[in-house]
């Protein structure tokens, strides 16, 4: 019923994706924040639009409490490889949100289960999941949003080989490496439950040579006649397909097919710089899925990009 509303008020994919996986974990700030910032978007002509948000509004009301409080309170103290918790922020860093509107998406989630500190970052339009192995914890599963100046002071850190300290205490976080230091406290807002969003169904995989398709795509065409805008910001539109010998080719404007799948260009550049290999996979599934860029050899790391939907 909620995503019913949210197509008929006109909302992106993207965010109706964030809404649900936060309507489903009782994210009530990221819910809110969406639909408030989704409606200062809307001509003030759209009064069913507005009269849908107030019905949902009312009804996040009456949610319960959210359950997931205790993992944003713990204390942890864990050791991770410089090495790998640098290769990590560089894989999710250029998802980070920066709309002011919804703060709770301006950091990297650093998501501390078992021996494992998983990074993710969401702007809603992209989001970027990477892992890193760590040692020393043996406590609850801890979450905490880094602000994302401190995220990059903890990256400038992450040069030497040995291995650095994470330490969380309820909001502060502090890294050390050797005698360097940096510390600060996280953002009090709720992350979205990444876990829910990285679900997909299985789509059509295609191996991609990164030096090759970057090329086709920094000169191939893009879609025309229509005019995008993405937080206030006009982008350029690349319709990806994949052929019957398993390719990906980007797609001439007009010629459609319903399987194609239309991507901001820029956000997809940026992904396949994050992925860090010679070669990456591309996962395409239905035009309404996200596209998904995946490492062969660590399918750990991966980005996901929303698309885009063509006009008719």
Same mark, same amino acid.
């Given at each position: 019923?909620?995503? #019913?509303? $949210?197509?008929?008020? *006109?909302?992106? =994919?993207? @965010? %109706? ?8 974990? &009782? !994210? ?71 709309? #002011?509107? $919804?703060?709770?998406? *301006?950091?990297? =989630?650093? @998501? %501390? ?8 970052? &969401? !702007? ?189």
């Amino acid at each position: 019923m909620e995503e #019913a509303r $949210l197509r008929r008020a *006109g909302m992106p =994919l993207a @965010d %109706i994706r964030l809404v649900l996986a936060g309507w489903a974990g &009782t !994210d009530k700030d990221l819910v809110r924040g969406l639909l408030q910032a989704h409606l200062r978007r809307l001509e003030l002509g759209l009064s069913d639009a507005r009269s849908e948000f107030s019905a949902l509004g009312a009804l996040l009301g009456h949610r319960e409490t959210d359950p997931m409080t205790s993992l944003h309170s713990a204390t942890a103290r864990l050791s991770v490889p410089a090495v790998e918790m640098a290769a990590a922020m560089d894989a999710v860093r250029f998802a980070a949100g920066s709309d #002011a509107e $919804l703060p709770m998406l *301006g950091g990297i =989630l650093f @998501d %501390i289960v078992d021996e494992g500190l998983h990074l993710v970052a &969401t !702007d809603r339009y992209r989001m970027a999941v990477a892992q890193a192995c760590t040692t020393g914890h043996d406590g609850p599963r801890t979450q905490v949003v880094v602000r994302l100046p401190l995220a990059d002071a903890m990256r400038a850190l992450l040069t030497e080989e040995e291995p650095a300290q994470l330490t969380v205490d309820g909001d502060r976080v502090t890294l050390e490496t050797g005698d360097r230091q940096t510390a600060g406290r996280s953002l009090g807002h709720e992350f979205p439950d990444y876990r829910r969003l990285v679900q997909l169904p299985a789509g059509r995989r295609a191996r991609v040579d990164t030096a090759a398709f970057r090329q086709a795509l920094e000169t191939g065409p893009v879609r025309t006649g229509d005019t995008r805008e993405q937080n206030g910001e006009p982008y350029d539109l690349s319709v990806l397909r994949v052929t019957e010998n398993g390719t990906v080719i980007v797609c001439d404007d007009g010629d459609d097919d319903q399987n194609d799948v239309a991507v901001n260009r820029e956000f997809l550049l940026d992904a396949l710089t994050a992925g860090s290999r010679d070669e990456l996979i591309l996962e395409l599934g239905t035009p309404t899925a996200p596209l998904a860029i995946r490492r062969p050899d660590d399918e750990s790391a991966f980005s996901l990009l929303m698309p885009v939907r063509l006009e008719d």
